[in-house]
């Protein structure tokens, strides 16, 4: 394996190798990059081949990464700041030839103490990757117990989510990181390396971010965009850090898989390029922890063309 590509942004890209080896970019090509966030993804797109890249990504700290790409690769590279699943609308009737989509956090978000992301660095609750929206701070103050519990039992498949929701409704107003965490951690016996506010912290994110919607309508509209925009031929790569993200790929993979058996009234097909999921190797885990829990799935999307 080659060494891991730390770009100059301090993000190190996850399954990089595996993830060009998949998309496979080819000269005069065009790749969405739908979450740009340090670029390290669509820098190793643009060089593998004389191709474009369209990135986006809500963050405005991205939007800001990504003005040296646009200087470096001009009219190769252009940015959106925007939710992939307004992915249609960026798209419109253009062809591409491939998507990437490698969610959640970047480690810029985690370690912006203003942000609020990691119960590591002690900041204000935000946790918005946009600017818009309900903060986590607000959510918690504010959601009623049941709720509360709600959020931190799907979003965050916790056990201990009732004990916990109790818990938070009885300290409020919690205020910082800090503060949530110690309060989860007096309730869950920590009997892991795993810090016992990981999953907490993971439920708020996915729900003041609406993450998981976010994906299921992205799959859906670039399923529609394949057959609006007769597109031949569209890799797709998706890397996903938890169970959640990467149980709804799953499912829209299998849900355009079970209809082969209506191959002849379908305008689509989608190929499985992958037997099973990709994860990092030893090396990578070893040298990118972040990268343990991380999960590659790719596909092929075929336009079959018009039906009688
Ligand atoms: C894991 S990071 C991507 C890192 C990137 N591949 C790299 O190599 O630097 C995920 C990025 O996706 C962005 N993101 C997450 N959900 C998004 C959504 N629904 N729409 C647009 N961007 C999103 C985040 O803001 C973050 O910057």
New binding site residues.
């Given amino acids: 394996m080659k060494q891991i590509i730390n770009?100059e942004?301090g993000?190190v890209?996850v399954l990089l190798e595996e993830s060009i080896h998949f998309l496979a970019p080819k000269d005069g090509g065009v790749y969405i990059?739908?979450?740009?966030?340090?670029?390290?993804?669509s820098e190793a797109i643009l060089k593998a081949a004389k191709c474009s890249v369209i990135a986006?990504?809500?963050?405005e700290d991205?939007a800001k990464r990504a003005i040296s790409f646009s200087k470096k690769y001009i009219d190769r590279f252009s940015f959106f700041l925007?939710?992939?699943?307004q992915i249609d609308s960026i798209i419109g009737e253009n062809f591409f030839d491939g998507i990437l989509f490698?969610?959640?956090?970047?480690s810029f978000?985690l370690e912006d103490v203003a942000r609020g992301f990691s119960f590591q660095v002690n900041g204000p609750l935000d946790m918005r990757?946009g600017n818009s929206g309900l903060t986590a701070g607000e959510v918690i103050n504010s959601f009623k117990e049941e709720e509360i519990f709600q959020i931190i039992k799907f979003y965050g498949e916790e056990r201990f989510a009732k004990r916990i929701s109790h818990d938070i409704v009885n300290n409020r107003p919690i205020n910082t990181t800090f503060e949530l965490a110690n309060i989860v951690r007096s309730v869950i016996p920590k009997v892991s390396l795993i810090d016992p506010a990981t999953k907490t912290f993971q439920a708020f994110r996915i729900f003041v971010?609406d993450?998981l919607k976010?994906i299921d309508i992205a799959l859906s509209k670039i399923e529609n965009l394949v057959i609006k925009n007769k597109i031949k031929k569209a890799n797709i790569v998706t890397i996903a850090f938890h169970s959640l993200e990467d149980r709804i790929v799953k499912n829209w993979i299998r849900k355009n898989q079970s209809k082969k058996d209506e191959i002849n009234e379908k305008k689509i097909i989608l190929r499985e390029n992958v037997r099973k999921v990709v994860v990092p190797r030893r090396e990578e885990q070893q040298k990118n922890p972040r990268s343990r829990s991380a999960r590659l799935r790719a596909v092929t999307l075929e336009y079959l063309g018009e039906k009688e």
Avoid: C, I, Y
């Avoid at 925007?82 to 699943?85: E, G, L, M, Q, Y």
């Avoid at 490698?102 to 970047?106: C, E, K, L, Q, Y």
């Fill in positions: 770009t942004s993000h890209p990059d739908a979450t740009f966030g340090g670029g390290g993804h986006l990504d809500r963050d991205a925007s939710n992939f699943s490698d969610f959640g956090v970047s978000q990757m971010n993450e976010e």
